[in-house]
Nanobody, 123 residues
Framework: QVQLVESGGGLVQPGGSLRLSCAAS????????MGWFRQYSMKEREFVAR???????RYADYAKGRFTISMDNNKNTVYLQMNSLNVDDTAVYYC?????????????????WGQGTQVTVSS
């Protein structure tokens, strides 16, 4: 079992940056695929990025060049650095963990989820 707790969301102006953190409890953190998803009001969750020790990183097209996912195995934490934010990035951002490897861009491929953190981009 893995428990995930996100933090770092908030209000930021267009063009600004935020770093989201996801602290994981449980064993074998480094063997999981860790992902970030986001959800707009009343819409399905959308893939943002994922990272694993075996498969590296993968990003949604809109995130490439602006977002960076990283993980610190010593701290059991995964991060999402978001730069050049725009109003379309406003959403609840969720951290997720999967025991599996591979592409892992679909939310049903992840067994464990955090509670989400709100990111609002507004002037």
């Amino acid at each position: 079992q893995v428990q995930l707790v996100e933090s770092g969301g908030g209000l930021v102006q267009p063009g600004g940056s935020l770093r989201l953190s996801c602290a994981a409890s449980g064993r074998a953190f480094s063997t999981y695929t860790m992902g970030w998803f986001r959800q707009y009001s009343m819409k399905e969750r959308e893939f943002v990025a994922r990272i694993s020790g075996s498969d590296g990183t993968r990003y949604a097209d809109y995130a490439k060049g602006r977002f960076t996912i990283s993980m610190d195995n010593n701290k059991n934490t995964v991060y999402l650095q978001m730069n050049s934010l725009n109003v379309d990035d406003t959403a609840v951002y969720y951290c997720a963990a999967s025991r599996g490897t591979g592409i892992r861009m679909l939310d049903f491929e992840y067994e464990f989820w955090g509670q989400g953190t709100q990111v609002t981009v507004s002037s």
